[in-house]
């Protein structure tokens, strides 16, 4: 599992953009803003003004592709697998 945090910039009271970091965003020397590496630019960025962090765990897209690939292999090897008879299919 990984800690992401997300980084939101508030104009007018609404959510004007938002970043993912990594890394717990530091605060400016003058104490007006956050700045952090943003995860999917790779870049520095520095926000000035009406700032909120939140922390998340991420790990759910791995564990399902862990799932995913564990499933697939289990069906490409041969093995039986009775579905159970307590689920009734949908779709």
């Known amino acids: 599992m990984r800690t992401v945090y997300v980084v939101t910039m508030w104009s ?5 953009k938002k970043w993912k970091s990594f890394e717990y965003p530091n605060l400016l020397p003058q104490g007006t803003g956050v700045e952090f590496v943003c995860c999917e630019t ?6 000035i003004g009406s700032v909120s962090i939140e922390e998340y765990e991420s790990g759910k897209e791995d564990l399902e592709m862990g799932l995913y690939r564990e499933l697939n292999n289990e069906k490409s090897s041969g093995k039986e697998s009775h ?3 307590n689920i009734e299919r949908i779709f």
Not at 12 to 16: K, L, S
Not at 42 to 47: D, E
């Open 42 to 47: 790779k870049l520095k960025v520095q926000v």
């Open 83 to 85: 579905p159970p008879t």
């Open 12 to 16: 007018g009271g609404r959510p004007a």
